[in-house]
């Protein structure tokens, strides 16, 4: 007695459209990626460099281990990113004042001079690979991209915070 699903029932049917959105997803970011790579390149930077440094731009001084969450890279490949831009001048490590167990990433003046120069043109790139769809389909994209990785998140035991709108 066989208990795969038969071709054709909801479970199959779902696998299928499961399968199917990996792709298109997977499909799209490459699209997008191989816009965006080349541009970055042509400044010096690879995509997780461009990550780090508009991260620390918008969002300040970062625990190392929290800038690795933001960027969705391990802590050795942050660790190694971070010492490249580092020996470059466009960021620093500097070890917590209150708690020496915790090292700030914090952008430079020079890094920050870069992304000023460069992030508008970034902003801009993205919007124009992304003309295909509305504001309001981009929005929806988002929200639903959101809360696939929130559900997912919660199927692999991690914290998931809030779903915002």
Request: hydrophobic share 45%; aromatic share 6%.
């Given at each position: 007695m066989s208990h795969a699903p038969k071709k054709g029932s909801q479970n199959?049917?779902?696998?299928?459209?499961a399968l199917k959105l990996l792709i298109s997803?997977?499909?799209a970011f490459k699209a997008i990626d191989d816009r965006v790579r080349p541009k970055l390149a042509a400044e010096g930077l690879s995509m997780t460099?461009?990550?780090?440094?508009?991260?620390?731009?918008?969002k300040g001084r970062l625990?190392?281990?929290?800038?690795?969450?933001?960027i969705l890279v391990t802590g050795a490949s942050t660790t190694y990113t971070v010492k490249k831009l580092e020996k470059r001048k466009l960021m620093t490590r500097r070890?917590?004042?209150e708690d020496q167990r915790f090292v700030f990433g914090e952008i430079t003046e020079m890094g920050r001079k870069l992304i000023?120069?460069?992030?508008?043109?970034?902003?801009?790139?993205?919007s124009r690979v992304m003309a295909g769809l509305s504001r309001q389909?981009?929005?929806?994209?988002?929200?639903?991209?959101?809360?696939?990785?929130?559900?997912?998140?919660?199927?692999?035991?991690?914290?998931?915070?809030?779903?915002?709108?």
């Open positions: 199959d049917l779902d696998r299928s459209a997803i997977a499909r460099e461009f990550a780090v440094l508009e991260v620390l731009y918008h625990p190392l281990g929290e800038l690795a969450d933001r070890a917590s004042d000023d120069r460069i992030f508008p043109l970034h902003a801009e790139d993205l389909e981009k929005k929806e994209a988002a929200l639903l991209m959101r809360k696939l990785e929130a559900y997912a998140k919660r199927e692999v035991g991690r914290e998931v915070p809030e779903i915002e709108n």
